[in-house]
């Protein structure tokens, strides 16, 4: 059965805030100003902006607190995972639309509002796919979506590959969870993050269970950031294995 769609909602009918950003942090205060630097600069009106701290003992929240006093601080006791602690701030949004950014990404400034463009003129995209880019390689691509085959194998679309490859808007099986917008309404009906996995793949699941509910996924090559990569968990680190293995195999049953 496929579940039934939001409709494209005029902008004069749009409440104050239209989208919401959510940051989810732990010890990335060498990152983090630069990151909501850059949603300051969105060129998008009526956008809230919500820092989701995982427990940090660097400085992270005093910096924010300091710094950005524009920004909303859900500041947690213990780490409680990419999962849970996003969960927590999408209860916290009030945007028609909730775009997910990680602390060590900056954002192009029409990074948001591609993003809301392309919900508003695709009634039937549940999900939309931010092109991601190399922070220290401009010319290399992160993300330009994520795959997953018939063999249970999910992965990045693009990955390491010449960004300027991907430059058409196309229809993907999911978004990377670094720099994803969604539908409110539909993470609202999916329940959020499988706070089960905690990080890595959970965005997969996600995926999955959109798509199996009927909703769409569109790569939107407009919407660009630039990621340090790795740079919280380590690319290849003892952690990223762990939870990657144990987590697509889950996610497979």
Sequence with gaps: MTASRSQP???????????????????????????????????????????VDNGSTDGSVELVKRDFHDVQVIALDRNIGFS??????????????????????????????????????HPEIGMCASKMILYGDRALADACGDFY?????????????PEGQYSEPREVFGACAG????????????????????????DSDLSFRAQLMGYRCLFVPTAIVYHHLGATIGRGSDTSV????????????
């Design 242 to 253: 762990y939870f990657s293995q144990r987590n697509i195999k889950f996610i497979n049953l």
């Design 84 to 121: 849970g602690g996003n969960n927590q701030g999408i209860r916290h949004a009030r945007g028609q639309y909730v775009a997910l950014l990680n602390n060590d990404a900056e954002a192009d400034p029409r990074w948001i509002e591609e993003i809301v463009k392309a919900f508003e003129c």
């Design 149 to 161: 085959t018939v063999e249970g194998v999910a992965g990045k679309i693009g990955h390491l590959e």
């Design 179 to 202: 720099a994803a917008g969604y539908r409110r309404s539909v993470l609202q009906e999916l329940g959020g993050f499988d706070e089960d996995l905690f990080l890595v793949h959970e």
């Design 9 to 51: 909602t005029s902008r004069d009918s749009l409440s104050d805030i239209l989208a919401s950003v959510i940051v989810l942090n732990w010890n990335g205060e060498r990152f983090l100003g630069a990151c909501l630097d850059s949603l300051r600069r969105q060129t998008l009106s009526g956008l809230e902006t919500i820092l």
